[in-house]
């Protein structure tokens, strides 16, 4: 079946613009998470979701970053006042339920702030 | 919170030779360590996880030991093929969802 897949690829984008980055987790997949990695480190958690709400968000930098899940599947990084020390890859992964089960990534956003 | 370490940060290998990769973690509440390999461009795939109660566990060429004493553990790829070549990243959890990742170890393996 499909994969986590997350749009758009890329994203080029100036200081101070809003930027909103979509995942589509695998279907049936109840737990969501949102990681960010710079260039030559590894995923940094920034939130989990279970179903619709933000399980913990404790890895969110700070409050221009926000993420939702409405419908308790597609979830929505959103960005505001973009900054340069941003730009970073975006990776999403879902997994069936909390509890140790093998989280599946998504191909990632490049995020570019110039 | 989880502070993982991860060596080393290159590695080079003559194909058919062994690759070891290690961790430490500073929580000892953590109780899930997978393993995440990445190639260029692509995404992270977990290759193999061990669980706290389980000292070691292995999967036709690749096999992770856990020391909970000690607080490391360690990848262990055999008879190494070019394909093996990627980026390498070890995790630890204490609550099965927030992974905290090493800094990555990028094999490359020689034919």
């Known amino acids: 079946g499909a994969g986590v897949s997350q749009t758009p690829s890329n994203k080029v984008t100036e200081k101070g613009k809003y930027v909103e980055l979509r995942c589509d987790p695998i279907?049936?997949?109840?737990?969501l998470y949102w990681y960010r990695q710079s260039l030559g480190q590894g995923p940094e958690f920034l939130i989990y979701?279970?179903?619709?709400?933000?399980?913990?968000d404790s890895g969110l930098p700070n409050d221009r970053f926000f993420a939702v899940r409405p419908e308790g599947s597609v979830s929505t990084l959103k960005i505001q006042r973009t900054e340069r020390g941003d730009s970073a890859v975006y990776l999403c992964?879902?997994?069936?339920?909390?509890?140790?089960?093998?989280?599946?990534f998504g191909p990632g956003t490049r995020l570019t702030v110039l | 919170g989880e502070n993982v370490e991860q060596h080393p940060s290159t590695l080079s290998v003559q194909e058919g030779d062994s690759a070891v990769i290690k961790c430490t973690y500073s929580d000892s509440a953590s109780n899930y360590f997978p393993w995440y390999k990445q190639e260029l461009g692509k995404r992270p795939q977990l290759i193999i996880d061990?669980?706290?109660?389980?000292g070691e566990k292995k999967d036709q060429r690749i096999a992770v030991t856990l020391n909970k004493t000690a607080k490391h553990f360690s990848l262990h790829i055999t008879e190494t093929q070019p394909e093996d070549s990627a980026v390498y990243f070890c995790a630890a959890s204490i609550n099965d969802y927030k992974l905290s990742f090493g800094a990555g170890t990028t094999v490359t393996v020689r034919a």
């Open positions: 979701f279970q179903g619709t709400g933000a399980a913990d």
């Open positions: 061990i669980r706290s109660n389980v």
């Open positions: 279907s049936g997949h109840t737990a």
């Open positions: 992964a879902s997994s069936t339920q909390q509890g140790g089960n093998e989280q599946f």
